[in-house]
């Protein structure tokens, strides 16, 4: 990432910057580490009441590589949107009676994070339209 994004200002279809980290190879053009690209900002959610977090989703597009541009999308084996987990006691504390009805009561009265995402946060592009440029796909029997 080359600019910051924080769940509390963030707002879908924002604009964002970032850069490869490394180089790469994609239908023949050569991608330097470094290489300019931007995308959007899909989703994004201030944290509020009830411990609910912030959260973010985004969507890389492009690279800018010399003249040309490639079109890039997120990895879909990463998650799409980003926001801080629970931990493992409060995890846990849902699954005790007791403990669970404490904590909703101390959740009804605090407020969740905001997630900054910026410099940083790595994520991975994959290119868009190698399955285009190829053959539909055949059952093999």
Known sequence: MVDTLDSAKTYPGERFRFKTAAASIVRGVRIPAGTRGWGIVRYAAAASNRARNGAIAIEPRFL???????????????????????????????????????????????????????????????PVGVLADTAPCAVVK
Do not use: M
Not at 68 to 89: F, L, M, N, Y
Not at 101 to 112: E, K, Q, T
């Open 64 to 126: 800018s590589v010399g003249a040309k541009t490639i079109q890039v999308s997120a990895d879909p084996r990463e998650p799409v949107v980003r926001s801080h987990g629970q931990t493992i006691a409060e995890k846990g504390a849902g699954y005790v009676p007791i403990l669970g009805i404490v904590r909703s009561a101390a959740n009804a009265v605090r407020n969740g994070t905001d997630i900054t995402l910026g410099p940083g946060f790595t994520f991975h592009v994959v």
